[in-house]
Structures are given as C-alpha cells and as structure tokens.
C-alpha cells in the first residue's frame, strides 16, 4: 500500500511528540555537547531535520529517527529514513576521510548529479567529496554520498540544486514506509535541538 505522505519540509505548529525520557539518551546527549564542535553540530543538525526531512514533526519515530552514539558505530549523530541512514557526522577516517577530525555525510539524488556537477561542487566546497560505493542495500537506487568537513555544511547546501536533490532523495525513501527502529531514536535531542 503506498503511503500518502504530502511533499512537504519545514517545521509547522504542530506540537512536539509525548514521550518517556530515557537516562540513557540524556547521558548520550550529553556526551555530545561536550564536544568543542558541539554548537555546529547542533546548527547544522537543526538545518538538517528542519530542511530536509519530510514533515519531521508530524513524522519523528515514524518514518525517521536521529540517534547521538548509537551502539552500532558510535558515531556522534546518525539520521536514518526507513532503514538506512541518510546523514551522519563522524570520525572522517572511519567513513573515507583523514585524520581524527569530524566529518559529515550527507545522501543526495543522483539524478541531480551529472559529472559536470560533481565536478563544480567538489571545487566550490571546501574538502567535499563524492563515494558512490559507498550506499545501503535497503537505501534507493539513486543514492550518492557526499562527503565533507563540518564547517562545508553550510556552502554545500546553499546551492539550489543540492537542496533539492536531498530533498528528493529523502522523500523516496520516506514513501518505503514507517522505521523499524523506533527504539533508536533520541526524542531528548531533537527537543535540544528544536526548542533551543
């Protein structure tokens, strides 16, 4: 049964979910705002779940959820749709990068990316690369990962055509249906991130 779940982006007056707070999400949280590159992290996860997600508070827990240290790669920050994740910050050597420095990936739609664009992107925004091998089974055919230093975030995304192609690619696999990992999702930081 395909899902009808309307083209849309941005926050609305809906109010925040009801939850139950887990000690252990707050002690994860936390240990992110800890970190001295904690005030991007949170800047840009906010643009992120704000621009990027479709509907994200009618649809948090449901078709997308944010986990800070998962057990599966303890990274800092982990956004999944469906199944896959679709935007993480890590340790760049653990995801193609160098060094110990953070890093963020970010799954755009291929359709939007030709080699020319690839090409101007990668030199407009510092430290930007593209790994098409790098991609999830359960993820859409059209995935492509981007990768890039924390503080390109902001260049790479004020090109319209790299909005879009985010957009889209999310939109897809939010049609695939709800998450099976609900029990993942950190409901204390997206009200950090959300009410602040």
């Known amino acids: 049964m395909k899902n009808n779940i309307p083209y849309r982006f941005g926050l609305t007056s809906e109010p925040l979910k009801l939850f139950d707070p887990k000690e252990k999400n707050n002690r994860r949280l936390e240990k992110l ?3 001295k590159e904690a005030s991007l992290i949170t800047k840009i996860c906010r643009h992120y779940i704000t621009n990027f997600i479709p509907d994200p508070i009618a649809n948090e827990n449901e078709y997308w959820i944010i986990s800070c240290y998962p057990s599966t790669d303890n990274s800092p920050v982990r956004i999944s749709i ?4 679709v935007f993480n910050i890590t340790i760049a050597r653990h995801y193609f990068g160098a060094g110990n420095g ?3 990936m970010v799954f755009v739609h291929r359709e939007f990316w030709d080699s020319k664009a690839i090409h101007d992107a990668e030199k407009r925004v ?3 690369f593209f790994h098409p091998g790098y991609r999830f089974v359960t993820g859409i055919r ?3 990962a981007a990768f890039m230093p924390l503080n390109s975030y902001s260049k790479f995304v004020e090109d319209e055509q790299t909005y879009e192609s985010i ?3 999310n ?3 939010t049609l695939k ?3 099976p990992f609900k029990k993942g999702h950190n409901y204390e930081f997206v009200r950090y991130l959300l009410e602040h």
């Open 82 to 85: 469906w199944f896959p994740e």
């Open 102 to 104: 953070l890093q963020c």
């Open 167 to 169: 957009r889209a690619h």
């Open 126 to 128: 510092e430290g930007l």
């Open 171 to 173: 939109y897809e696999l």
């Open 177 to 179: 249906g709800r998450t």
């Open 142 to 144: 059209e995935q492509l």
């Open 33 to 35: 705002l800890k970190l």
